[in-house]
């Protein structure tokens, strides 16, 4: 602002001006002035290098400044008092230690100096409350909407200021897409807050100096010691690595899965060929993909098929299966032939009384 740069001018003027007035320095006053301006034109510089200093960092440095100084003169008043020159440097590089340490730690810790780091310390003397910072994706997605009411997540979910300004970015998007899918997330979240027994809080604790939204969410679960519900899998990474816990929807999804074992039979619709020759791909309710052999002539049609294994990927969950053509009977898995051929009776007398 110009405002700014007339300030900043006046202030290196008063210095150049003030110093040729008063001559510190020997020499003359022609060499007052350019030791004043040198002193304005660093004092500028500082300045406006400290221009992206948060305020949390510039107090800590303030306080532990002065903390640095309390704790030198207190050494100072234990030393011995002397004019030797050697004790008086002594003196001299206390003073100036306690402080340049006390101004390092104090701009190291500032953010411990943040209302919501303030907040948190005086609430932990209460009962400790259970916080579920929801992000945008899973806003988004919905089903979050079905658990809550389920009754299976519990505490309170917490719904950051800036979460709700990036969905109302998405809503006004001029993609339809976009727009379409913003606007599903608030009305998710309306229906979160309608529902009873769901205690919803907007948080306007933000942090200025992080821009992306999904590194604030972080930052926010680690002031409220609170957990991120999210399907964003990058998100779940980051966050796990930064000592945030994450409750992952697509996680619980994958967990409540039927469970599928080898051997079962079951009714599947071929919706697609497969890669391998002769394959059809199905899908079961969950969207689970179901690779079967020896259906690739049977694409649109609900047929019966014998599970032949079951594979666990970070994706989900994939089954392949083995068509049962008709007057065909399905084959058991050898695992299975063997167990039940152990739980078989090996001779007749074992099941048949003794005649004699």
């Known amino acids: 602002m110009a405002w700014f740069i007339l300030v900043r001018l006046l202030f290196f003027i008063g210095a150049t001006y003030t110093a040729a007035a008063v001559q510190p320095m020997p020499g003359g006053m022609l060499i007052n002035a350019l030791f004043g301006a040198a002193l304005g034109a660093i004092a500028v510089v500082l300045e406006w290098r400290l221009r992206d200093v948060s305020i949390p960092h510039l107090l800590g440095a303030i306080i ?45 810790r500032g953010e411990w100096l943040e209302p919501s780091r303030l907040i948190t310390l005086f609430r932990a003397a209460g009962p400790q409350r259970r916080y579920k910072l929801l992000d945008t994706s899973v806003i988004i997605d919905g089903r979050v909407a079905d ?164 594979l666990q990927t970070t994706a989900g969950k994939m089954i392949f299966g083995r068509h049962i053509e008709p007057g065909m009977a399905p084959q058991m898995p050898p695992s299975d032939r063997d167990e039940a051929r152990r739980s078989r009776p090996s001779t007749p007398s074992q099941v048949l009384p003794n005649s004699k």
């Open 147 to 310: 658990i809550c009411e389920t009754g299976f997540l519990d505490g309170t979910l917490v719904v950051p200021q800036f979460v709700l300004k990036e969905l109302q970015q998405i809503a006004d998007s001029g993609d339809t897409l976009k727009r379409n899918r913003g606007r599903r997330g608030l009305d998710i979240l309306q229906k979160i807050q309608k529902m009873s027994g769901v205690e919803v809080m907007v948080s306007d604790l933000d942090f200025p100096d992080i821009r992306e939204v999904d590194l604030k969410l972080i930052e926010l679960g680690r002031t409220l010691q609170g957990k991120i519900v999210t399907n964003d899998f990058n998100l779940n990474k980051v966050a796990q690595l930064r000592g945030v816990e994450v409750l992952n929807i697509n996680e619980l999804a994958n967990a409540m899965k039927p469970v599928v074992l080898p051997g079962e039979i079951m009714k599947v619709f071929i919706l697609k060929e497969g890669k391998e020759s002769n394959q059809g791909v199905a899908y079961l309710d969950d969207g689970t993909m179901v690779v079967v052999d020896n259906a690739r002539k049977m694409i649109s049609k609900t047929i019966d098929i014998v599970v032949t294994s079951v």
């Open 64 to 108: 532990g400044a002065a903390l640095g100084l309390l704790f030198a003169d207190l050494v100072d008043r234990a030393l011995v008092t002397t004019t030797d020159p050697r004790w008086v440097f002594l003196h001299r590089m206390i003073d100036l230690l306690f402080q340049y340490i006390g101004i390092v730690i104090g701009a190291r």
